[in-house]
């Protein structure tokens, strides 16, 4: 343990200029006196820290000493230090280990490199989570990853849809993080599936071996599956009039349906368009906030659910 603290404490001063004893105390949570006594011992191991005096002061080491990191050109430099998903991480319990990671990397880059990394840590960052997004129960998350790691079968108390629970042994292949939300890929009797882990109600790692498909790759499994998911989505094709000046309105909350116009405007400048929902339901809730700016041409029922709806708001404010 004390030898990882003095390994830090050099690369930590590999990266920044000049820190306090307080500074490292803090960052490796021990006390400063430790930190006197691990200076101490780096000294004699022939590192050479030295100490500043007086404010602004604090442990260094000399220019001299630097362990290089050969063979990442300026692309790959810039590649390893974007801005990871922080929530992701702290989800597995990998932030600090991350931070440490940046740390020990920058530390062994020549002085030239360590400028660009840092030039591309201050000027991108890449925040994967959305605007509207609900906190979910992780909870079950740790027992999920010890599994993984151990190659040992999960016995579930998995929530379905409808609210059902059911019990599953589950033969863990992968985690996989999509925005915020975590899943499982598992197989069970061989049939790879795909749980959210919100729903997993419990999870005990048991002491049966994983049984691992040779061939699977969680990648590529994740791929095909997003995209069987993403086509077999309930579609509900919608043909309308609308004001064009709606359209930069429709195309902020795209999220919500797709839109595509359909030939050049007419006499009075409104449009044709086509949209896709999901459901019946879903277009009616989403054209009758368009008010006035759009009408429904196709399906009819459709177009009369959205009258009737209408004259029921108009008939509720009434007095």
């Known amino acids: 343990m004390r030898a990882d603290r003095l390994l830090s404490i050099m690369l930590t001063l590999q990266v920044n200029r000049r820190v306090t004893a307080r500074e490292l105390a803090e960052r490796l949570e021990v006390s400063e006196r430790t930190i006197y006594r691990d200076m101490d011992a780096l000294s004699g191991a022939g590192i050479p820290v030295v100490a500043e005096r007086g404010q602004g002061g604090g442990w260094e080491l000399l220019e001299d000493y630097q362990t290089n990191l050969t ?32 740390i020990k990397l920058l530390a062994s880059l020549p002085a030239m490199q360590r400028r660009n990394a840092e030039y591309i840590r201050q000027r991108i960052h890449i925040d994967v989570t ?33 609210g059902e629970n059911v019990e599953r042994v589950v033969d863990p292949l992968g985690l996989v993080a999509k925005g915020s939300v975590w899943y499982l890929v598992g197989a ?59 359209l930069p309105w429709l195309r902020a909350i795209a999220r919500f349906a797709r839109i595509e116009p359909l030939g050049p405007p007419e006499a009075d400048g409104w449009q044709k368009a086509s949209m896709q929902f999901d459901v019946m339901e879903e277009a009616c809730v989403y054209l009758l906030g368009c008010g006035p700016q759009i009408e429904v041409l196709e399906p009819p029922e459709l177009r009369e659910m959205v009258i009737r709806q209408a004259q029921a708001v108009v008939a509720f404010y009434t007095p």
């Open 71 to 102: 063979g990442l050109n300026l692309t790959e430099v810039q590649a390893l230090f974007l801005n990871q998903p922080a929530h992701v991480l702290a989800d597995l319990g990998l932030d600090k280990a991350a931070d440490a990671a940046v």
């Open 130 to 162: 959305g605007w509207h997004q609900t906190k979910e129960d992780l909870s079950a998350l740790p027992a999920l990853q010890e599994a993984l790691w151990q190659e040992r079968k999960l016995r579930l108390i998995y929530q379905r849809g409808a």
């Open 188 to 246: 069970v009797a061989g049939e790879v599936r795909t749980y959210r882990v919100s729903r997993v109600q419990e999870a005990t790692v048991t002491d049966e071996q994983v049984v691992r498909p040779p061939d699977f790759d969680l990648a590529a499994y994740w791929a095909q599956s997003s995209a069987e998911f993403v086509a077999n989505l309930p579609r509900y094709p919608v043909t309308v009039r609308l004001d064009p000046t709606i």
